[in-house]
């Protein structure tokens, strides 16, 4: 034994290495350091939960409106100790930074009630008092005048949800986002709970947005209000030839209630001199849309318009009182001098399943030149022609 041990003797202990103090972190605890922003955006990233929660807390602790927008990205974390060190994060920094760096990341507090993994309702509830406590109600509708769409709309949201101002207030802090379609509808919706004077005003302010259904619901709150209607029948009038048929269909019934032969009105204002194109063409619409089988005659002397937009219009009206002139329509369409007019022609055939002799449509497309279109007719009609297609 002894010269064993002698061969290979017993290893000393090691002696223990001197301690050393560790090395203070800029942000952070524990094993996790974050040297700055861009080091806690990586944190948040992370896929330890254990790193995001202490990159959480590090934010938390820098009076940064930078940071806003990071902890807003782990409020719906899959961790819930992220989420919840998130939420005291964003409370506590919420009276510590100024209210519009808060302001502008309320938009993604409020998508959190879209979202499944947990129920926010709650917290975003108690944000949004807070918010409101901080900011003020001045500050809130000064965003919903002025801020963009996204925030904007935050900001209405959040007044009407907790009824932090009058609907007067609200509705004329939309200011020049009557342009936003969302603001719009809202603030027409809100009108009827106005009086009729206040009603009128912002209903005539809507009345000029280039949204087809903001009109249309400020036309309609302008019809129901109730006093003298001859103060409307102008602006009823008007919408009589709007673009939108929607807005159309809300002036229509008002006005045949005040007497108003709808059939010469829009007779006359089709025939009006130097109407403009698209004038001519809603009127045309708007005269189909009374469905008396009596205007085709009359539809059927624009389809020879100096407009091509026209001709199409007299066309398609033409069609809708009488789907089963369908075979003259598409001829006559065939014959048109522009390609979007003779375009129209295919459409049907393909559509509408109308009868054209391949032998007509050859003669006329080799006329204008037309071997594209010639070539998708042929590739619809085949060789047989429409005899084969519809069975004829």
Same mark, same amino acid.
């Given at each position: 034994?002894?010269?064993?041990?002698?061969?290979?003797?017993?290893?000393?202990?090691?002696?223990?290495?001197?301690?050393?103090? +560790?090395?203070? %972190?800029?942000?952070?605890?524990? #094993?996790?350091?974050? /040297?700055?922003? *861009?080091? =806690?955006?990586?944190? !948040? &990233?992370?896929?330890?939960?254990?790193?995001?929660?202490?990159?959480?807390?590090?934010?938390?602790?820098?009076?940064?409106?930078?940071?806003?927008?990071?902890? +807003?990205?782990? %409020?719906?974390?899959?961790?819930? #100790?992220?989420?919840? /060190?998130?939420? *005291?994060? =964003?409370?506590?920094? !919420? &009276?510590?930074?100024?209210?519009?760096?808060?302001?502008?990341?309320?938009?993604?507090?409020?998508?959190?009630?879209?979202?499944?993994?947990?129920?926010?309702? +709650?917290?975003?509830?108690?944000?949004?008092?807070?918010?409101?406590?901080? /900011?003020?109600?001045?500050? =809130?509708?000064?965003?919903?005048?002025?801020?963009?769409?996204?925030?904007?709309?935050?900001?209405?949201?959040?007044?009407?949800?907790?009824?932090?101002?009058?609907?007067?207030?609200?509705?004329?802090?939309?200011?020049?986002?009557?342009?936003?379609?969302?603001?719009?509808?809202?603030?027409?919706? =809100?009108?009827?709970?106005?009086?009729?004077?206040?009603?009128?005003?912002?209903?005539?302010?809507?009345?000029?947005?280039?949204?087809?259904?903001?009109?249309?619901?400020?036309?309609?709150?302008?019809?129901?209000?109730?006093?003298?209607?001859?103060?409307?029948?102008?602006?009823?009038?008007?919408?009589?030839?709007?673009?939108?048929?929607?807005?159309?269909?809300?002036?229509?019934?008002?006005?045949?209630?005040?007497?108003?032969?709808?059939?010469?009105?829009?007779?006359?204002?089709?025939?009006?001199?130097?109407?403009?194109?698209?004038?001519?063409?809603?009127?045309?619409?708007?005269?189909?849309?009374?469905?008396?089988?009596?205007?085709?005659?009359?539809?059927?002397?624009?389809?020879?318009?100096?407009?091509?937009?026209?001709?199409?219009?007299?066309?398609?009206?033409?069609?809708?009182?009488?789907?089963?002139?369908?075979?003259?329509?598409?001829?006559?369409?065939?014959?048109?001098?522009?390609?979007?007019?003779?375009?129209?022609?295919?459409?049907?055939?393909?559509?509408?399943?109308?009868?054209?002799?391949?032998?007509?449509?050859?003669?006329?497309?080799?006329?204008?030149?037309?071997?594209?279109?010639?070539?998708?007719?042929?590739?619809?009609?085949?060789?047989?022609?429409?005899?084969?297609?519809?069975?004829?």
């Amino acid at each position: 034994m002894s010269i064993f041990f002698r061969l290979f003797p017993p290893a000393l202990p090691a002696e223990p290495a001197p301690a050393r103090s +560790a090395p203070a %972190l800029p942000l952070g605890a524990g #094993q996790f350091a974050f /040297a700055g922003l *861009a080091d =806690l955006e990586q944190g !948040l &990233a992370s896929y330890c939960g254990y790193e995001r929660e202490a990159a959480v807390r590090a934010c938390g602790a820098l009076a940064d409106p930078r940071v806003l927008p990071l902890l +807003a990205s782990r %409020l719906n974390d899959w961790v819930p #100790q992220v989420r919840e /060190a998130a939420r *005291a994060a =964003l409370m506590t920094l !919420l &009276a510590q930074l100024p209210p519009s760096a808060s302001l502008a990341i309320l938009p993604r507090v409020q998508h959190l009630l879209n979202a499944g993994r947990t129920d926010h309702r +709650a917290w975003v509830d108690a944000f949004e008092q807070e918010l409101i406590r901080v /900011a003020g109600v001045q500050a =809130l509708l000064q965003r919903v005048h002025d801020a963009d769409h996204a925030v904007a709309r935050a900001s209405f949201r959040l007044l009407r949800q907790h009824g932090a101002c009058t609907v007067a207030e609200l509705i004329g802090a939309i200011g020049r986002n009557w342009n936003d379609v969302m603001l719009a509808i809202q603030g027409v919706r =809100l009108c009827v709970r106005l009086p009729p004077d206040q009603r009128s005003v912002l209903c005539r302010m809507a009345l000029a947005s280039p949204f087809g259904s903001v009109r249309m619901l400020a036309l309609q709150a302008m019809i129901d209000i109730d006093i003298s209607s001859d103060e409307w029948l102008p602006a009823a009038r008007a919408a009589l030839l709007d673009a939108n048929s929607s807005v159309r269909a809300v002036a229509k019934p008002f006005m045949a209630r005040h007497g108003v032969d709808l059939r010469a009105f829009y007779r006359t204002a089709a025939r009006q001199p130097d109407q403009k194109a698209r004038q001519v063409v809603t009127a045309l619409a708007g005269l189909a849309s009374l469905r008396n089988p009596e205007d085709i005659a009359f539809l059927r002397t624009f389809t020879t318009h100096g407009c091509q937009s026209v001709r199409a219009q007299a066309l398609t009206e033409w069609l809708h009182l009488a789907p089963g002139d369908k075979d003259d329509i598409a001829l006559a369409a065939l014959m048109d001098v522009s390609r979007t007019g003779r375009k129209l022609s295919l459409q049907m055939v393909c559509k509408q399943r109308t009868y054209i002799p391949m032998a007509l449509v050859s003669a006329r497309l080799a006329a204008t030149g037309d071997m594209d279109m010639l070539a998708s007719f042929a590739e619809r009609l085949g060789s047989g022609g429409m005899a084969r297609t519809n069975g004829r």
